[in-house]
């Protein structure tokens, strides 16, 4: 499955009065066609914030609320005989 390689796990994001952008990255996987990335406030996802399609391994985020953040990748695989696999 696609490992997120930043941000990093707990990293806290300072900004003055603008939200930030927060760029998020991921190990390229051969066989995928696209990404999906969720964003969450709780870590079981029961209700995604955000969702972003793309076909790049890295991704942006703007106007995240203030708070604590959950991510995951799931990957849709060029073939339909492959699986799709989640971080």
């Known amino acids: 499955?696609?490992?997120i390689n930043?941000?990093?796990?707990?990293q806290v994001f300072s900004?003055?009065?603008?939200?930030?952008?927060?760029d998020?990255?991921?190990n390229r996987i051969e066989v995928a066609k696209s990404y999906k990335l969720e964003i969450s406030k709780n870590p079981n996802f029961s209700e995604v914030?955000?969702?972003?399609?793309?076909?790049n391994n890295s991704?942006?985020?703007?106007k995240l609320e203030v708070g604590k953040?959950?991510?995951r990748v799931?990957?849709?695989p060029v073939s339909k005989d492959l699986q799709k696999e989640r971080s």
């Open 6 to 10: 930043y941000p990093k796990n707990n």
């Open 1 to 3: 499955p696609p490992a």
């Open 74 to 76: 799931e990957y849709d």
């Open 24 to 26: 998020f990255g991921w």
């Open 49 to 55: 914030t955000r969702t972003v399609t793309t076909a």
């Open 69 to 71: 953040y959950y991510a």
């Open 15 to 22: 900004y003055t009065s603008v939200l930030p952008i927060i």
């Open 59 to 62: 991704a942006s985020v703007d």
